[in-house]
Antibody, heavy 122, light 113 residues
């Protein structure tokens, strides 16, 4: 059972950088088994996949956010992180860290963190 | 991008009755190497993260009640709740994981009539 927990500031000023960390237990971020994803959900709206990183450090970012997103792994702490630059009010959302199996059985997004609400406001 | 479109946006069903949610993808989500449909269904209740119900279009995740079932292939999929319970009130999302970017449907809200 993979467990994930997001942490980071709940309030970010416009034009600044949103930074979140996901602490992983029950699996290693160095494992070949998983993609490590970030998904966000604006208040009252649907789910938007931001991208993933996996054990090699390779990433894929959704095109609409690609110019502003950076994901990284910290294998010593068994964590992965998200940075989103130049934020606006439209980036206000609950951010979830999520695991997805790369190997069979590929069960999609089976494990989710509880989510971290990040509000962009001055 | 593969666009996922759910219908209806919301539905109200009497307790014990069947609820059916449809999901259509703009391109096939079948992986040609193994003929599996990389389509998942999630349930989200207020204040909670989504919960995986179904993967591979029809495989129930461990612990999910058997009143939930998924069907379909290629571009057309259905989630059925055979006998709606009060605890099934939630928003349901379909999602494809056959390609990048991963994409979700807009969600279907299920309520009690």
């Amino acid at each position: 059972q993979v467990q994930l927990q997001e942490s980071g500031p709940g309030l970010v000023k416009p034009s600044q950088t949103l930074s979140l960390t996901c602490n992983v237990s029950g699996a290693s971020v160095s494992s070949t088994t998983y993609y490590w994803s970030w998904i966000r959900q604006p208040p009252g709206k649907g789910l938007e996949w931001i991208g993933y990183i996996y054990y090699t450090g390779d990433t894929y970012y959704t095109p609409s956010l690609k110019s502003r997103v950076t994901m990284s792994l910290d294998t010593s702490k068994n964590q992965f992180s998200l940075k989103l630059t130049s934020v606006t009010a439209a980036d206000t959302a609950t951010y979830f860290c999520v695991s997805e199996r790369r190997t069979q059985p590929r069960r999609a997004f089976a494990f989710w963190g509880q989510g971290a609400l990040v509000t962009v406001s001055s | 991008d593969i666009v996922m479109t759910q219908s209806p946006d919301s539905l109200a069903v009497s307790l014990g009755e069947r609820a059916t949610i449809n999901c259509k993808s703009s391109h096939t989500v079948m992986y040609s190497s193994n003929n599996k449909n990389y389509l998942a269904w999630y349930q989200q209740k207020p204040g909670q993260p989504p919960r995986l119900l179904i993967y591979w279009a029809s495989t129930r995740e461990s612990g999910v009640p058997d009143r939930f079932s998924g069907s379909g292939s290629d571009t057309d999929f259905t989630l059925t709740i055979s006998s709606l319970q009060a605890e099934d009130v939630a928003i349901y999302y379909c999602q494809q994981y056959n390609g990048n970017p991963r994409t979700f449907g807009q969600g279907t809200r299920v309520e009690i009539k």
